[in-house]
Every structure is written in structure tokens, then in C-alpha cells.
């Protein structure tokens, strides 16, 4: 850089300007290059701290008494990729986290514990191990916990992609819980065995999410018949989407939640993907490769890889994983994509 050019970028720099030449490729990449990391949090670690914030704050008094999951590349920012947010979040018993309600989209995964529910539009979902539970964006909703242990699930929301649009409201409810409006199992009943309402509700608008709960036992079951089936596994072992049932696309309009089985010893291809994606261990054991990080992860760890990084999953045991990523959005946006390095591991 000589004279010339520093006076004209100081000129520049007092009229709001820029000169893009110095930051093309930075802004227009050839390839994606995030600075989010591969990360692995380990459960066992995590719980006992879990465990010391519900001695020193109650869930009344945090709102949300939750340990964000950040992204070791991107600290301070509450971020585990680029888009989304991950936090593990505790409820003891007799606990209610208040009723309120955001334009972030938010699901619940259910990590540890039985006793729990949320209230979502006046029904109350029970809360068990495995179970996915939706807070789609502006639905209020409220947590307690009627039981005798500590309940702790995976919170993720697409904060970070609602930061960057500027679109973000929230509001807290006049009363601490939602009064039931609703019998527990409409929501089911209406939209959860592959049916839909007839008449009256029918015609909702494409991208509604009306289906607020996926049930441990119905995807687990699913993945049990697969895994026995005795058909060779795809690339990614057995691995299904969770479907919104008003239109068939994502649960989210932002978010895919996904869950997919890997069997003992088989080992997916490397392969890359634009959505980065967070993966919560349900059973077994692995080994991920990602980028240059090697990770162990047991049940109930989370561990994240972000997008366009290499990786592959070999399980030790046979693996079970919830996933989730922003591959909606990328998708309605024509960004998705996926590369497979190399097929031999
Ligand atoms: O339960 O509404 O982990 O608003 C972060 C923000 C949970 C929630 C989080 C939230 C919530």
C-alpha cells in the first residue's frame, strides 16, 4: 500500500465508504469458510455445573436457567454454528420457568428425566427422555416439572440467524403459567399419527407449524426396524427426518431436526455439508472425525461440526443421534449443498 492509496481510503473512510477490492474474497468466498469450530461437550462434565446453577439461581428467577453450548471459535456470541444456538437447560422439581413468547423458533430435546412438561398454545406436552418439543416463533410457552428428578433438555433455537435479520420481539406473559385451554393429546390427535384435520383447519398456510411433539418411542421405533431390516445402510447409516405433517417439509421453518441409527462398526463416508450441524448423543458410542478434531462422544454428549468441514461417523457401539441444522433455511434460500470427500473412510 503506498501514500496514494492510504489518503484515498482515509478519504473513503470519512464519507461511509469502503473500497471492496481489499475484502472481495473475504466477501464473496470461494468455498464457505466459517470460523465456528468442531466441538464435543462432554455430559458428565456439564451436569454436575448444571446441577450447582440450580443451587445458586432458581428456574423463577434465571426465567431460564440454561448453560449456552458456545462454539469455541465464536466465544461471547452465543452461538454453536453460525446460525443457531444450543443450550442445556435445568428444571427441578416444583419448578416453573415462566410463560413467554419470541420470534426466535425453538425446540425442546429431552436429555435426562421424566416429571416435566412445557405448555405450548394452551396444551401441556409431558417432557420424556428422547421426546422433541417445538416452541414455533411467537407460540407461548412455559415450562414446570411435577416430578421427583432433575430434568434437564437441549434447547435449540435459531437466535443467531433471527440476530443477524434484526427480527427479533419477545414478550413475557401476564400470568407466570398459561391456563390450560386445550386437553393434553389434541395436538397429537390432530397432527400426530400421520393425519390431519379435516374441514375447518384444513388450508393452513404453507411453512405453519402445527405439530408441537415428537415422541421418543415413535422414531426410536422406527429406527429399530430399519436397523434390523437387514438393508444395507445409507450414507449416513439410517437416518430419517422429522417432518412438519402441514405441508411435509421441515419441523421449523428455519430448522431440520433429524435422527438417524449407525451401526456397530460401520463408518460413514467423509463428507461436507453448508448446514453446520449439532448432534446429541441418545445411545451408544462413536468416533468423529471433523476437520482435524477427533471426538469420543457417549450418550448425552453434544458435539457440533460445522458447516462445509469434512467429517465422518464411525460407531463403537451401535449409535443413535438427534441432529439438527439450519439446512431449512439453506434449502429455502437454493444454498444447500453436499460433498462427499471420500467413500473408504
Ligand atoms: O425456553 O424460551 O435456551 O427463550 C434460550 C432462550 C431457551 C426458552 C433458551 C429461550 C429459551
Keep these: ?32 469458510s466459517s470460523r465456528m469450530r468442531p ?26 436457567r440454561v448453560l449456552i453450548l458456545e462454539n469455541p471459535g465464536a466465544i461471547g456470541t452465543a452461538c ?21 413468547r419470541h420470534t426466535q423458533s425453538a425446540f425442546r430435546f429431552i436429555v435426562e428425566g421424566r416429571g416435566a412438561a412445557t405448555t405450548v398454545r394452551g396444551e401441556r406436552f409431558p417432557m420424556e427422555p428422547g421426546d422433541l418439543i417445538l416452541t414455533p416463533c411467537l407460540e407461548w410457552h412455559d415450562h414446570s416439572h411435577e416430578g421427583s428428578e432433575p430434568v434437564v433438555w437441549l434447547d435449540g433455537l435459531d437466535i443467531p440467524l433471527v440476530r443477524s435479520l434484526a427480527a ?7 400470568t407466570r403459567q398459561q391456563t390450560l385451554s386445550t386437553p393434553t393429546g389434541m395436538n397429537a390427535a390432530y397432527w400426530g399419527s400421520g393425519l390431519r384435520p379435516v374441514g375447518t383447519r384444513t388450508g ?13 418411542g415413535e422414531w426410536r421405533g422406527a429406527l429399530s426396524t430399519l436397523a434390523r431390516s437387514g438393508e444395507p445402510p445409507g450414507a449416513e447409516g439410517f437416518a430419517l427426518e422429522f417432518v412438519n405433517p ?13 435422527c438417524q441409527v449407525v451401526p456397530k462398526g460401520y463408518e460413514t463416508p467423509i463428507h461436507r455439508r453448508t448446514d453446520g450441524r449439532v448432534f446429541s448423543v441418545v445411545e451408544g458410542s462413536g468416533h468423529i472425525r471433523a476437520g482435524s478434531s477427533v471426538f469420543r462422544p457417549v450418550a448425552r454428549d453434544v458435539f457440533v461440526v460445522p458447516s462445509w468441514t469434512p467429517y465422518s461417523i464411525r460407531a463403537e457401539e451401535e449409535l443413535v443421534l438427534f441432529s439438527y441444522s439450519d439446512r431449512a433455511t439453506q434449502e429455502r434460500l437454493g444454498l444447500w449443498r453436499v460433498q462427499v470427500d471420500r467413500v473408504d473412510g
Design 168 to 174: 427479533g420481539f419477545a414478550e413475557d406473559a401476564q
Design 80 to 100: 454453536i454454528t453460525d446460525t443457531l444456538y444450543a443450550g442445556l437447560q435445568l428444571i427441578l422439581p416444583g419448578e416453573v420457568a415462566p410463560a413467554h
Design 1 to 32: 500500500m503506498n501514500a496514494m492509496h492510504e489518503t484515498l481510503y482515509a478519504d473513503l473512510k470519512l464519507l461511509g465508504l469502503a473500497p471492496l477490492w481489499t475484502s472481495l474474497h473475504d466477501l464473496v468466498p470461494p468455498h464457505p
Design 39 to 64: 466441538a464435543h461437550w462432554q455430559y458428565e462434565h456439564i451436569r454436575p455445573l448444571l446441577l450447582r446453577a440450580g443451587e445458586v439461581i432458581s428456574a423463577e428467577e434465571a426465567v431460564r
Design 204 to 216: 393452513v398456510a404453507p411453512h405453519r407449524v402445527e405439530r408441537f411433539a415428537y415422541r421418543f
Design 246 to 258: 402441514v405441508d411435509g417439509s421441515s419441523i421449523l421453518p428455519s430448522m431440520s431436526a433429524f
